[in-house]
């Protein structure tokens, strides 16, 4: 009898070792797959992704193209978005839109980082507002949709969308 519950308790053991290696694979399955989710938003995304999905790229350096809609002033410019009609806010942090050489309908790749639009998030940006826009109007046409802080912005060739 005691060879029979020994027999028992043997496979028991087995059994739970094997089920806690599964777990244990499962998990680590998980959080690689984890790991390239959080990966994908720093590589190449677009204007509507960001748009929406903004939690998923906040405080997140990304790369995306895109079409310039409109220049709002020397350091601030939206591209435009198929999702929201009044497109994405881009503030120019190193560069003004001259520099850049850019104008409306142009194609190009955005190098920053997505940040909320909030009063005092526009009232530490400074010198990037110039007089052509206050920061009012801003927040009226696009508060509580996240922007850019460009470090870089360069045109891309080829065709306009």
């Not at 560069?95 to 997505?114: C, D, F, K, T």
């Not at 507002?129 to 801003?138: F, H």
């Amino acid at each position: 009898m005691s060879r029979r519950v020994g027999r028992h308790i043997g496979a028991l053991l087995t059994l739970l070792g094997a089920l806690a290696l599964s777990g244990l694979l499962v998990l680590a399955g998980l959080n690689r797959g984890r790991a390239i989710a959080e990966a994908n938003p720093a590589s190449a995304a677009g204007v509507d992704a960001v748009l929406a999905q903004p939690r998923s790229y906040l405080y997140r350096n990304v790369t995306l193209r895109g079409q310039v809609m409109r220049l709002w002033g020397g350091h601030v410019v939206a591209l435009r978005s198929h999702s929201v009609r009044q497109g994405l806010l881009v503030v120019l942090e190193g560069q003004s839109a001259s520099e850049a050489n850019l104008h409306a309908g142009q194609r190009v790749e955005v190098v920053g980082e997505v940040r909320p639009l909030a009063r005092a998030e526009l009232q530490g940006l400074g010198q990037q507002l110039t007089a052509d826009v206050s920061r009012e109007t801003l927040l009226g046409i696009f508060g509580g949709d996240p922007y850019i802080l460009a470090q870089e912005v360069r045109p891309v060739a080829g065709r306009s969308p």
